[in-house]
């Protein structure tokens, strides 16, 4: 009997060492194990689970050998998907029995949602199947809240929030779930905010070689967290899983051929699911937190599918004129000057050219030379908006050349004067003819397709002086005084 129990004791103690050492090993296999200390739901696996598990694992890996980082890691997936569990609520709690000094700075747009994230993981940290495996693992009684608490063994786990500070806390891995709340995505001043969060938190770093910032969030805005994470570094890797297969946006490509039926996750995100999220969510919302694209693939106001392309031979002998938004600056994080060439034949609307530069006022006024004789002739007329430098545009080009400069005003369809500054409201003003196929592209223009692709894009676009200059052209062409059935005179 005595020698049964010990062989039954040894046993157990082997089993407990192999089970340690496979969750050491493993983030996605500590994931499961620890999955139903804080969720009651029972655990629900599909393929994009221990993809990421993997992902993640990868950039640990570096920080628990204190090895330079290769990458930062940004994740696009949907909600409902276990993000928060895989990226944030879990990761403290493994990691600690890796590298138990780690400190792990976890941000969200709230700090309700931060704390919740970081009351979960100390559950964690706490639950007895936790301390049976890795009671050397524990927390300071003197540390111990739900925005910061620590280790024995100096690791820490720190909750912040968009907007809120940061001083003087420093981490070995920082992450960032839901950066920005989806329901002010569309405000450039919380945009902004988000953004300025996330170049703080890059300050937080204990040692800028070796600490990486993962982040996961919905795509919600060209001009969101993500594409500013992408623009700002080469130095990402990118993870972009739509609810619904699209070559388009995912990434990498080659997970393709684990999307069954066109689905990411078919228990989760079935067709009946999907299709009720995209009578509650409305387009713009599926697109971004559904399909991980700032508009609908068809477009926003304005649909890809209305846009029709010409060739030159069509509008030959039809005169061509000229609107231009004026920005003075050379900063490209700025809004840029557009210069917009068109042409109008049998009330429909021919893009010829669009310049798009960050241009000084003498450089702007320089450009509209240019334009105008490449693509114009004596007869064009520029339309300036009086705004910005507008004004100043105006009257230098008045006075020192013979192009025929008018200050815009915008005009409703009777010519009458009106003040319209709503910029998604002109759009929607021009949008029925647009459908009708009345705005057409020069076709395979090197500038077509950027474009396009603000104009459908709008009005999720990063920026929308393309599609402002596309709306004073609409407006013009609608001017009843200004047209005639050759084109404007």
Known sequence: ???????????????????????????????????????????????????????????????????????????????????????????????????????????????????????LSRDIVKSQKYQELFGEISIRRDKDNKSTWSNTMKGGRIAVSTGGSVTGRHGHVITNDDPINPKRATSKVYREEAKKHLGTLATRKKNK???????????????????????????????????????TILKPDYLRDQYIDGLLDAKRLSREVLDDLKIDLGSFGYAGQIQQ??????????????????????????????????????????????????????????????????????????????????????????????????PGVITHLHNETDINVIDYEFRDHTGKIIQQQDKELRVYGWAPKAEAGRLKVLNNAPWASDYIEEIVTFPASTFKDQTDTTSMAMELASQVQHTYSGGFV
């Open 209 to 247: 070689e070796t600490v990486p910032m993962i982040g996961v969030m919905q795509r919600l805005h060209q001009d969101d967290p993500t594409g500013y994470v992408l623009s700002q570094s080469k130095a990402v890797k990118h993870i972009c899983l739509p609810g619904e297969y699209d070559a």
């Open 293 to 390: 694209s700032p508009a609908p693939a068809e477009g926003g106001i304005i649909k890809r599918a209305w846009i029709g392309t010409y060739e030159l031979s069509e509008i030959q002998g039809v005169q061509r004129h000229f609107v231009v938004d004026t920005a003075q600056t050379e900063n490209e994080k700025n809004a840029p000057t557009v210069i917009l060439c068109y042409a109008v034949k049998d009330r429909t609307v021919y893009i010829v050219n669009v310049t798009r530069k960050w241009l000084k006022s003498t450089a702007i006024e320089n450009q509209i030379k240019t334009d105008v004789l490449m693509y114009g002739d004596r007869n064009s007329k520029v339309y300036i908006e009086p705004k910005s430098t507008g």
């Open 1 to 119: 009997m005595l020698i049964d129990r010990k062989k039954k004791i040894q046993y157990l103690k082997l089993l407990r060492e192999k089970k340690k050492r496979l969750l050491r090993s493993s983030y996605y296999e500590f994931v499961k194990y620890f999955w139903d200390t804080i969720i009651q739901d029972e655990f629900v696996d599909n393929w994009h689970i221990k993809y990421l598990c993997d992902e993640v694992q990868k950039v640990l890996e570096l920080v628990i050998a204190k090895q330079p980082k290769e990458y930062d890691l940004w994740i696009n997936v949907p909600p409902g998907t276990s993000k928060s569990t895989i990226v944030t609520v879990m990761l403290t709690a493994w990691l600690w029995i890796r590298a138990p000094w780690a400190v792990h700075i976890s941000n969200s747009y709230s700090a309700d949602l931060s704390h919740e994230h970081s009351m």
